[in-house]
């Protein structure tokens, strides 16, 4: 009888536990339901590449984009404008010469044309300041050409008015210089008088510069020769002739070293222009 009640009891348990709903596999595994999963984004197997380097995402899309007219159209819809129309240009190396645009260049280069499209009123106003920047340049640098040739006109001008004026002192000092030897012998022989030939007239500035300097722009008239004017002064200033003209115990050391110069400069020109043939 024991044995009996458990055998019903058995079949009472599975009748009941029969008349349960059935759990789904789906109910058992509830805990783990990937419906539950944020699926919007879904890496690819270069995702990470892409996160760390946008330039490589970029690189990759361009040239996925050059591949086929469904790419083209794909990737103009991300970034609003096709990527895959600029043609890659050459660029020139060290040594000047025209080699192909790497991966990477190639990429640069069309993110800067697509700026510059994105951006055209930003290029247009740059480019029209660029334009007034270079006009004023132009301005600028005509200016200055213009001052500089005013400047180069004003001192020629003023070279030419200081020679005008150097050469009418000379001129009058020649005047002086000629009125003594014209009237020597009357009463102005004194070594005081003595008419240096020099522009100051002073003993003092007595050089052979100096002396060339007057000698040379002597005026003269066309029946004179320059050799004419040397050949007179060279026995003007000749030493003894002046220790005689105005008497050697009157005549300073200062003067007589004086004289020897003017008669050595003078006597060089001379000899100079006779070896020459210059006799103009």
């Known amino acids: 009888r024991k044995r009996s009640r458990s055998k019903s009891a058995d079949a009472e348990d599975a009748q009941r536990k029969d008349s349960e709903p059935r759990k789904s596999s789906l109910d ?25 380097d946008p330039d490589a995402a970029f690189r990759e899309s361009l040239f996925d984009a050059m591949a086929d007219d469904e790419g083209a159209a794909f990737w103009e819809g991300v970034y609003g404008q096709p990527i895959h129309v600029y043609d890659r240009p050459g660029i020139k190396d060290e040594r ?47 200016e200055r050409l213009q001052w500089e040739q005013e400047e180069r006109e004003r001192k020629i001008e003023e070279k030419m008015r200081k020679e005008q004026r150097a050469i009418q002192k000379i001129r ?5 210089y000629t009125k003594y030897w014209d009237h020597l012998g009357k009463g102005l022989d004194n070594p005081t008088d003595i008419p240096w030939p020099v522009k100051s007239g002073k003993v003092g500035d007595v050089a052979k510069e100096a002396v060339e300097e007057f000698i040379l722009a002597a005026p003269r008239d066309e029946s004179q020769s320059l050799q004419d004017v040397l050949k007179m002064e060279r026995i003007r200033w000749h030493p003894d002739k002046a220790q005689q ?9 200062i003067e007589m070293k004086a004289i020897t110069t003017v008669f050595q400069t003078i006597d060089t020109l001379w000899v100079d222009r006779q070896k020459r043939g210059d006799i103009s």
């Not at 058992?28 to 419906?35: R, T, V, Y």
């Not at 003209?245 to 050391?253: F, I, K, Q």
């Open 245 to 253: 003209r105005w008497g050697m115990d009157a005549l300073t050391e």
């Open 28 to 52: 058992l595994k509830k805990k783990d339901d990937p419906s539950q999963y944020d699926d919007t984004y879904i890496p690819n197997a270069a995702s990470w590449r892409y996160d760390a």
């Open 96 to 142: 000047g010469e025209l080699e192909r645009m790497s991966d990477e260049e190639y990429a640069k280069y069309v993110r800067e044309k697509m700026w510059e499209k994105s951006h055209e009123h930003i290029m247009e106003e740059r480019a029209r300041r660029d334009k007034m920047k270079e006009k004023r340049k132009k301005e600028e640098e005509e």
């Open 172 to 176: 009058k000092r020649w005047e002086d």
